[in-house]
T-cell receptor, first 114, second 112 residues
């Protein structure tokens, strides 16, 4: 069965601290896709990244970086030098190779304190 | 270019009434998805369309729920005989050939 676990329900950090959001997934597919989405207080889910299961290279985009480790079925997300605007709920998601269904975790609520 | 739009943004209804929501996807996207999200949870898949064909439905989608995408463009989600348990945010997303999904702002349904 497909499953995404985000064990951290809520995290609070002080501005400029680094923070890592954990994501662990389960799938029987050999090919799959992993995603991170941000849901700010306004409510609209914003796409952040898509990762193919065959591509284990870590990715950096500005203050955001992602660490994909197939051996531990994890796809963790790090925000460096956090800012108040990073406050949001972050969702990790998994899809099968067809993209027919997405499986979302329960989300991690991040609060960045000024 | 506009993103995914949903209408209405908020809907308050009395138990037993029917409601209909509309979603307009990004124009070149052939896939359209409906999700339900309750407080503190991630989006839960309801159904998806490829063009005008409804290809998959979740067991969450009871007989009171029906979705259409008549011309492969916009979609509607209707809930008949609403129940208080239907109160949630209903999200629509679209994608191009199953790649990353882009979400609309959602319709928040409150059933009194």
């Amino acid at each position: 069965a497909q499953k995404v676990t985000q064990a951290q329900t809520e995290i609070s950090v002080v501005e400029k601290e680094d923070v890592t959001l954990d994501c662990v997934y389960e799938t029987r597919d050999t090919t799959y896709y992993l995603f991170w989405y941000k849901q700010p207080p306004s409510g609209e889910l914003v796409f952040l990244i898509r990762r193919n299961s065959f591509d284990e290279q870590n990715e950096i985009s500005g203050r955001y970086s992602w660490n994909f480790q197939k051996s531990t079925s994890s796809f963790n997300f790090t925000i460096t030098a956090s800012q108040v605007v990073d406050s949001a709920v972050y969702f990790c998601a998994l899809s099968d190779p067809t993209g027919n269904q997405f499986y979302f975790g329960t989300g991690t609520s991040l609060t960045v304190i000024p | 270019d506009t993103g995914v739009s949903q209408d209405p943004r908020h809907k308050i209804t009395k138990r037993g009434q029917n409601v209909t929501f509309r979603c307009d996807p990004i124009s070149e996207h052939n896939r359209l998805y409906w999700y339900r999200q309750t407080l503190g949870q991630g989006p839960e898949f309801l159904t998806y369309f490829q063009n005008e064909a409804q290809l998959e439905k979740s067991r969450l989608l009871s007989d009171r729920f029906s979705a259409e995408r008549p011309k492969g463009s916009f979609s509607t989600l209707e809930i008949q005989r609403t129940e208080q348990g239907d109160s949630a945010m209903y999200l629509c997303a679209s994608s191009h050939r199953g790649r990353e999904q882009f979400f609309g702002p959602g319709t928040r349904l409150t059933v009194l």
